[in-house]
């Protein structure tokens, strides 16, 4: 088995900045990405995902390192200060590698 380093970079955000953040994703070199609705509470208060608008949304991008640092730099300074959100690295071994 031949396993390759990446990054597994996940955010989670209100649900309306989705799209926005999708297009981060592109322009910093991602190839695809998985989202889905989550609940939680936390600094913010509790948010919960029974109405799509005002739920949060979890993003999940299996990326290059470069990647991953030219994302995490984007998100934090062009939407960090206007919104409630988090992001994080994970470091993951991937079969292949072509597809990230």
Known sequence: MNLHPMK????????IL????VELLRESGAHGYTA??????GN???RNADMA??????IQVIVKTSVSETL???????????????????DVRVL?????
């Open 8 to 15: 597994l970079v996940t955010i989670v955000c209100e649900a």
């Open 18 to 21: 989705e799209e926005r953040v």
């Open 36 to 41: 889905f609705p989550v609940r939680g509470s």
């Open 44 to 46: 913010q208060g509790e």
């Open 53 to 58: 608008e005002t739920g949060n949304v979890q």
């Open 72 to 90: 995490i730099t984007r998100l934090q300074s062009e939407l960090f200060k206007a919104y409630a959100m988090v992001a994080y690295e994970s």
């Open 96 to 100: 292949r590698p072509e597809k990230f």
